[in-house]
């Protein structure tokens, strides 16, 4: 059974910090996805990582992904109140991108 | 371009009622997953439909079922509610499973979500 991890599960940090989520997960997959949650509301899509070594930036967020040590990084950049939210991993291994196994979450809380 | 959309957005039933969620995927998509996001389990998948025909399912009881039409659209029935079905019920829609086309095609976009409490 394919397990994904995540941590922390909870990271408060300073505006303008830098810091790592990691998500490890139990089973070869080439598919791993982020997606962002806040309150109340649904997922928003972060990236998409299909190979092992890839990596993605959009603004202050990074992610890469490293399928043999099957553990995916998302870096945080100069942190800023609005990257405030709920931070999912999810890794596919049916192989239709259509069958998410979610990590736990990481609950990210930027203060000013 | 119109996003997932999921109606209802808030329901409240009671114990032993039956209940139906219904999901429009993104136009063009024909993929649709479901999912049951709750404080104590997390976002678990419970099924997912592609041309009519449900491809892949999760570790849920009987009660849950679906089904996608002809256009796509989706709906879920969850019978003989139960408290623990309290949840927020999240509807997704790729374009083709499994595509591995340009960015983006690959991914599953998620719907606003219908809340669903069980007095």
């Known amino acids: 059974e394919l397990k994904v991890e995540q941590n922390p599960l909870f990271l408060s940090m300073q505006e303008g910090k830098n810091y790592t989520i990691y998500c490890n997960y139990s089973?070869?997959?080439?598919?791993l996805y982020w997606y962002r949650q806040d309150p109340g509301k649904s997922l928003e899509s972060l990236f998409v990582?299909?190979?092992?070594?890839a990596v993605k930036q959009e603004g202050r967020l990074m992610a890469s992904l490293d399928t043999k040590a099957r553990l995916s990084t998302l870096h945080i950049t100069a942190a800023v109140h609005d990257l405030s939210a709920t931070y999912f991993c999810?890794?596919?291994?049916?192989?239709?991108?259509?069958?998410?196994?979610f990590g736990t979450g990481t609950r990210l809380q930027v203060t000013l | 371009k119109a996003g997932v959309t999921q109606t209802p957005r808030y329901l409240i039933k009671t114990r032993g009622q039956q209940v139906t969620l219904s999901c429009s995927p993104i136009s063009g998509h024909r993929s649709v997953s479901w999912y049951q996001q709750t404080p104590g389990q997390g976002l678990q998948f419970l099924f997912e439909y592609f041309s009519e025909t449900q491809r892949n399912k999760g570790n849920f009881p009987g009660r849950f079922s679906g089904r996608q039409f002809s256009n796509s659209r989706s709906e879920m029935n969850v019978s003989t509610l139960e408290l623990g079905d309290s949840a927020l019920y999240l509807c997704?829609?790729?374009?083709?499973?499994?595509?591995?086309?340009?960015?983006?095609?690959?991914?599953?976009?998620f719907g606003p979500g219908t809340r669903l409490l069980v007095l």
């Open positions: 089973t070869t997959s080439d598919r």
């Open positions: 999810a890794v596919d291994i049916s192989g239709t991108a259509s069958k998410l196994t």
């Open positions: 997704a829609s790729s374009l083709i499973p499994g595509w591995r086309g340009a960015s983006g095609q690959e991914t599953q976009y």
């Open positions: 990582l299909l190979s092992n070594g």
